[in-house]
């Protein structure tokens, strides 16, 4: 019983912030990614009967600790719906995703993971029962399943049923570009679950934040609808900004940017002055993600390159769903 899945990482342009319950990864709010053809992970997962455990490699290397646990986890929820709780695996997953700096690693990595494993199985899953799924290994994941721009709704239940995604308009639809501004690959000083309790527990600003998320949702759908970048672009990064805001009111405050994030802002708003449409967003991490369109790819990427800190920067285009190979 073996399968291969592979899945594209996600990008945020309505974000995801704070979790109305944790166990299950039910979100505060309805999020809107846009799904990336540059970032994806492979895995191949094979259930063996000669395995006393689970076993996990990530680029060739035996993962311990947290993250082995959060994978087998996983795979728990997986064998109790396939009836084979005493059923081990071995798991061997390629990350083209800097593990833990920003770049949603987790969204493609358990998306992979969920759709190599029901398929080594034979389960019968639904793209909608697998966002349902894989949302219960990361929520981000959940949007991972479908290309292009997909939204993740929060849904009302409290047993997570309702709470998947839904694609908004698939890869092909608009070739809108996106290039990831690399300034570090290092792992990130507050993870992101633990970055959303403390924002959700502690910062005045988060109410705030979650009665802006409603009204940005229908403009960006609108914007994603009539292809009008500036719309889509002004939403994204006035929410990433806003966003962001919640950590700093937050006990401890915290914040994810370096000074060269601020030095990217700042070269994008220097792009808009001279008549260049871009846009930015950032998840939680340092590393930058600029919008813009194909006509000016050569402009943005050579002031985006000049910037100080930057140690790549790599375009992607809208990516595809989910795929076994």
């Not at 006393?52 to 087998?72: A, C, P, Q, S």
């Not at 034979?122 to 997909?150: K, W």
């Not at 608009?174 to 000083?189: E, G, N, P």
């Not at 500036?230 to 994204?236: R, T």
């Amino acid at each position: 019983m073996k399968a291969t899945a592979k899945a594209h990482t996600n990008i945020a342009l309505i974000k995801y912030w704070g979790k109305r319950d944790e166990s299950l990864i039910l979100p505060m709010n309805n999020s809107l990614s846009l799904t990336l053809d540059g970032f994806y992970t492979s895995t191949t997962v094979e259930f063996r009967n000669d395995l006393l455990e689970d076993v996990f490699y990530l680029d060739d290397k035996t993962v311990t600790g947290n993250e082995y646990y959060r994978v087998t986890s996983f795979l728990d929820l997986i064998r109790k719906q396939a009836g084979n709780d005493g059923l081990f695996a071995e798991i061997r997953s390629a990350n083209q995703v800097p593990t833990a700096a920003g770049f949603a690693s987790s969204a493609s990595g358990f998306a992979a993971l969920a759709t190599a494993a029901v398929k080594a199985l034979g389960l019968p899953y639904s793209n909608q029962e697998l966002s349902v799924l894989t949302r219960q290994g990361s929520g981000s994941a959940c949007r991972s399943i479908y290309g292009g721009f997909v939204e993740w709704q929060q849904g009302t239940k409290a047993d997570g049923t309702d709470s998947y995604a839904v694609q908004v308009a698939n890869a092909n639809d608009w070739d809108i570009r996106v290039a990831a501004v690399v300034l570090s690959s290092d792992a990130k000083k507050v993870l992101s679950r633990e970055g959303m309790k403390r924002t959700v527990e502690t910062s005045p600003f988060y109410s705030g934040w979650l009665e802006s998320v409603p009204s940005d949702l229908q403009a960006i759908k609108a914007g994603i609808k009539e292809k009008d970048f500036e719309q889509v672009g002004s939403i994204s990064e006035a929410n990433c900004l806003r966003m962001h805001a919640t950590t700093l009111g937050a006990n401890p405050p915290f914040m994810y940017w370096q000074s060269t994030t601020f030095l990217i802002m700042e070269a994008v708003r220097a792009l808009r002055a001279d008549g260049i449409s871009a846009y930015f967003t950032i998840d939680a991490g340092p590393n930058v993600k600029v919008l813009y369109m194909p006509k000016d790819e050569e402009a943005v990427q050579h002031k985006l390159r000049s910037v100080p800190g930057v140690r790549n920067v790599i375009v992607s285009r809208p990516g595809s769903g989910i795929s076994c190979m």
